[in-house]
């Protein structure tokens, strides 16, 4: 009997007790579930900060279309640089130009508060007229109008 005994003592346990992981995994979730809309409310970005290099005084003189506060296009190419240009009148003039001097730089220039949606549909303007590439202009003096 007393072997019997001892077979019953050294029997392997076949289960595993989970409850203590099931503990720690519901803290967890907790701590999460807290956590999660404190970092999602607010979200705090540094933006990159990039100097941008002029254009070369060897390269051609870029177009430039402008767009006032009211909206209003202006194009050194063509006319009258002080003279507001239709949409269509754009396209033509830009057009003539990059079929003769494809390499022309093409530049938007912008009144720092006009809406967002006339410097977006500028450059949509430039690139129906042909425009690869279109940039920004960044000098603030030279978008004054008087």
């Given at each position: 009997?007393?072997q019997q005994h001892?077979?019953q003592r050294r ?136």
């Amino acid at each position: 009997m007393a072997q019997q005994h001892q077979r019953q003592r050294r029997a392997p346990m076949a289960e595993i007790n989970v409850v203590p992981y099931i503990d720690v995994m519901l803290v967890l979730l907790v701590i999460f579930m807290i956590t999660a809309p404190l970092l999602s409310q607010g979200v705090k970005v540094d933006l990159p900060e990039a100097s941008a290099k002029p254009l070369d005084k060897d390269s051609k003189e870029p177009i430039v279309l402008t767009v006032d506060t009211q909206g209003n296009y202006y194009l050194n190419v063509g006319g009258d640089e002080k003279k507001a240009v239709e949409a269509d009148e754009i396209i033509r003039r830009v057009a003539i130009v990059l079929d003769r001097m494809p390499d022309t730089p093409v530049v938007v220039g912008a009144d720092r508060n006009v809406n967002y949606g006339a410097v977006v549909q500028a450059m949509v303007l430039l690139q129906q007229a042909g425009a690869p590439s279109v940039g920004l202009k960044t000098d603030p003096s030279e978008l004054e109008r008087k």
